[in-house]
Structures are given as structure tokens and as C-alpha cells.
């Protein structure tokens, strides 16, 4: 992206901008970095995705200024650069975005790796969950798998696998049960889609987990899991490599969710009244159902018999394996109710759109 290009300009930040802003930013322009500059355009710094996550783990709140996580030093390449240099210095170190600058240092374009050279291919298998009844979407779902319910006019399966593709991931595990030949008349062997496609069938529900089990031949290399109704920008690539980083057996991708008290609250020590809190809001980190797992994290599972994920990550803990957390702050939308399937068919039917969770 160059001065012909303005695009970029859309992820140029103050440098007082909130991490709310920044996450806001982040999202809107999907570019995965956003600019902090001042007010003649000189770089500042930049902050990634991992910056964000970080700074959630160390526990900043929303309303903090993103300095407290501002990179000051980030790589950038001057405007005489040629494309074949700065791919060659991006993979050497291994980074997604460049910022351009000038002689006086002020932001005039953005290099992006998606944009100098096509996804890397990799050995990482993807597994879907594909195969739940999905009630709560009835009657869209009576003579339909959720999975392959239309999203702007190709089913809600192929937005993933095709997100996954985009991402280098050619080879997928679909767990299937309920009405899952309609998922095989359509995808069949996967060639026709550019992928390959291998089927795990369930006699009868195995939970979110239980149907890991099934995979033959097993995964002999790190593998991501999604659920088949989540539709997400989340970087799979870097579920894996967060597990890599943390050296642990399992990762599950948790989102903050914010739930706001309807009714002033009285708070108590006995019977005497201590204080009050005006609708009070509850922070809590829900399960986003996408996770990244070791090919040993299979050993603690038994074929045949049902098991959740919640359970999984509590037998590796019990075990004394790593679990942990990964932070996302990506566009994220749980297709489990009509309204949800709604808006995921308003925001993907837009040009450009960007984010699935917008209305």
C-alpha cells in the first residue's frame, strides 16, 4: 500500500489514542498493525495483534493509552525500496507488515506480506467440527447441517475452510453426524475446492472433544480445531505458535466478555448495608471454540466415548500438561441462533467487509 494506495492511511493512530481505539482500528482495517503518529504524520511506533494480547495478559484495561504498549522501534523500509528487498526482509524477519517512511521519518505507505507473496504452505491439519444438530437455529436447520446454512451465498463451512486456506492450511478433518452426507455430496474429497478433505464419522454425539478420537491416521504434527458455526478472523497460523511459544499441550482462543448488572447493586456485610454499585459490569473470558493442540494431547482421550473440551484441557492439566489461554480481540460471531445467522449473511454480503460480528 503506497501513496497510491491510501488505504493505510486508515491505520495511522495518534498516540493517545485508548487500546479500545486501537482494538477498534485493528479490526476496521484488518491489517493486523496499527501507526502511531503525530500530528505532522512522523511514526511513533506501531502495535501489532501480539502487543494488544500481551497487553491484556499484563492486564491493562480498555481506557489505557496504547503508549503503554506502543512498539517504538518498529522495522521500516524508506520509499526507494524495491518489493523483492523488502520481501526479502520481512521473511527474513519474520514479520507481516513493513511501514514505508520518508526522509523525515513520516508514514507514506505500508507493505503487507499477503500482498508481496502468497501464503507459505504447512503441514498443519485443520479439524471441524462439523457434525452438531444445531436446534437452537430451527427450522433453518430441520432439513439442513448448520454448517452448511448460507452465508452470503456459499455455506457457512466453506467461509472457514476457505479463511483457513487463505491462511496456507490444505488439509482438513470434518467431524461429521447430523445430516453429514450433504456435507460430503458437496465437498467431497476436497480436490474441487483445492484442498484435501478426510471424514470423521460419529455413530452418535461425541461432544466437542470425543470425536478427536476418531481421526485415523492421527495428526503426527500440531493441529488447530474450530467449531463448525464460528466464523472469525482469528489467525489459526498463530494459535499454533503460541502453543510453540508457551510450550504447552493445548491452547483454547477466549474472548472478554463484558455482561452489565440491569439493576443497582447493594452490597452487603450481613444485614448492614456497606455500599452501592450502579449497574455493576461482570469481565469474564468465554470459550470462543477454536484451539490448537500437540498430537500427544490425543493420548488423554478414549475412543468412542464422549467427551468436551472443557474436560480435555482439565485431564492435560490434571496430567500436569500446559493449558493456557490466547486472547483474541479478532472479529469473531458464534452462528447459533437466527439473529446470528442474520447478521453474519448482512456483514459478509457487504463489499469489503471486515468484520462478521458487526450488524
Not at 505507505?109 to 430451527?138: C, F, N, Q
Not at 452490597?267 to 498430537?295: C, L, Q, W
Request: hydrophobic share 40%; net charge negative; with cysteine.
Amino acid at each position: 500500500m503506497t501513496e497510491n494506495d491510501p488505504r493505510w492511511r486508515r491505520a495511522l493512530l495518534p498516540v493517545d489514542a485508548t487500546l479500545a481505539q486501537t482494538i477498534e482500528n485493528l479490526n476496521e482495517v484488518s491489517v493486523k498493525l496499527a501507526l502511531c503518529v503525530d500530528a505532522d504524520g512522523k511514526l511513533l511506533g506501531s502495535v501489532s495483534d501480539g502487543d494488544i494480547r500481551r497487553g491484556l495478559l499484563r492486564g491493562l484495561a480498555m481506557d489505557d493509552p496504547v503508549s503503554e504498549i506502543v512498539n517504538p522501534s518498529p522495522m521500516v523500509v524508506p520509499e526507494s525500496a524495491d518489493r523483492d528487498m523488502v520481501r526479502a526482509l520481512m521473511q527474513a524477519n519474520k514479520v507481516q507488515q513493513v511501514p514505508v517512511v520518508d526522509h523525515q521519518g513520516r508514514v507514506v505507505g505500508l507493505h503487507l506480506w499477503d500482498e508481496l507473496a502468497t501464503p507459505a504452505s504447512h503441514d498443519h491439519p485443520m479439524v471441524i467440527m462439523a457434525g452438531g444438530k444445531g436446534t437452537r437455529l430451527r427450522p433453518f436447520t430441520e432439513n439442513c447441517p448448520k454448517p452448511m446454512l448460507p452465508v452470503a451465498g456459499k455455506p457457512m463451512l466453506q467461509h472457514i475452510i476457505e479463511r483457513a486456506q487463505g491462511q496456507g492450511f490444505s488439509r482438513f478433518f470434518l467431524s461429521l453426524n447430523y445430516l453429514g452426507d450433504m456435507i460430503r455430496d458437496h465437498f467431497g474429497d476436497g480436490s474441487a475446492f483445492g484442498a484435501t478433505i478426510t471424514y470423521v464419522t460419529e455413530g452418535e454425539p461425541l461432544g466437542t472433544a470425543g470425536a478427536l478420537s476418531l481421526i485415523d491416521p492421527r495428526p503426527d504434527t500440531p493441529f488447530v480445531v474450530t467449531n463448525g458455526d464460528v466464523l472469525t478472523d482469528i489467525d489459526y497460523r498463530e494459535l499454533i505458535e503460541f502453543r510453540e511459544r508457551l510450550d504447552a499441550k493445548a491452547v483454547m482462543a477466549v474472548r472478554r466478555y463484558d455482561w452489565t448488572n440491569p439493576y443497582g447493586v447493594v452490597e452487603m456485610e450481613g444485614v448492614d448495608i456497606s455500599g452501592f454499585a450502579e449497574k455493576p459490569v461482570t469481565r469474564s473470558h468465554i470459550n470462543a471454540g477454536v484451539y490448537a493442540f500437540d498430537p500427544s494431547a490425543l493420548d488423554h482421550l478414549e475412543a468412542q466415548r464422549h467427551c468436551d473440551m472443557p474436560t480435555l484441557f482439565d485431564r492435560l492439566r490434571e496430567q500436569g500438561r500446559r493449558t493456557v489461554a490466547y486472547p483474541m480481540h479478532e472479529p469473531w460471531l458464534d452462528v447459533g441462533r437466527p439473529d446470528d445467522l442474520e447478521r453474519a449473511n448482512r456483514t459478509l454480503s457487504r463489499p469489503n467487509h471486515t468484520d462478521p460480528t458487526l450488524g
